[in-house]
């Protein structure tokens, strides 16, 4: 299926000409875009027959990745991790505003769901869009609580989610959960700003709403309740953990100055919490909200 659509997500209008099953809409609904501002990306997927053979591949999480730089910009390779098979090649330019996705016909030869792959794909590439636009993705669960963002950041698996889901315990409807896995933050005017993104894990928890960022805080588990104010260079350190780490060098200093820019007009704080209401008061009380 062949769509044509243009979304506003985190300040950014990414227009997408590409095939997608209905999965894709829907979950991108939300976001669609109907006002006459010129798109600052635009994004084209293409199924092919024939992709490229592996090239300096590196491995990178679950999965393998390799780029090479062109004159005006970038080519990048996905792998499937178990076959090696090169399954999107995306081609694009510095300013990441044009950009051609080509996918290998991945449920003919791999027998997956071309709609997964597009999705994932427009959510690794939104986060490059996201450098060029004075915002970065952080992994993290974030909420909305009377007008403040908070955002709560950790491996998978410590307890981000679990620890949001408290602050819906003691709070209720006080609380709106915007992004429970992939929000940005972009700074506007001096403000950080947190904002939904569609892209939320598999919990399926988004809203495309913008709130004030109030304070981000890094998990770890503890059997008591604390939370301390972290420095510039642990603040950076755990930060950088919890980004999509940049395929180019280029990304990799935009990624650097935008962390840089969060910091100075963010606390960044470190929470060590069990699973208790009482550390729900504990990051509250701390940030005085």
Known sequence: MIFI???????????????????????????LYYGDLPSDAVI???????????????????????????????ILYDYDKHTGTCYMQIRANKEWSKIDISFFD?????????????????????KYICLKHGGIVLHSSAISFNNNGIVFSAHSGVGKSTHTSLWQEVYGDSIEIINDDTPAIVIENGQAILFGT???GTSGINKNKAVPLKAIC?????????????????????FFEQ????????????????????????????????????????VKNELEI
């Open 5 to 31: 659509s243009r979304y506003l997500i985190a300040g950014i209008i990414i227009e997408y000409n590409g095939f997608s099953d209905k999965g894709i809409q829907s979950d991108m609904k939300p976001y």
């Open 44 to 74: 084209t997927g293409t199924l092919k027959d024939i992709l490229p053979s592996k090239c300096g591949i590196y491995q990178e999480g679950n999965g393998y990745r390799s780029w090479d730089e062109t004159d005006d910009g970038y």
């Open 106 to 126: 991945i449920r003919k030869h791999l027998n997956a769901s071309d709609d997964y792959f597009a999705f994932n794909a427009l959510r690794d590439i939104f």
């Open 198 to 200: 569609p892209f939320c």
């Open 218 to 238: 890094f998990i770890q588990r503890s059997e008591d309740n604390h939370i301390e104010r972290l420095s510039s260079t642990e603040a950076i350190r755990r």
């Open 243 to 282: 980004i999509k780490r940049p395929v180019t060098r280029e990304l990799m200093n935009d990624a650097l100055t935008m962390i840089g820019k969060v910091l100075e007009v963010t606390p960044i704080y470190l929470l060590s919490c069990n699973i208790s209401h009482e550390a729900v008061e504990v």
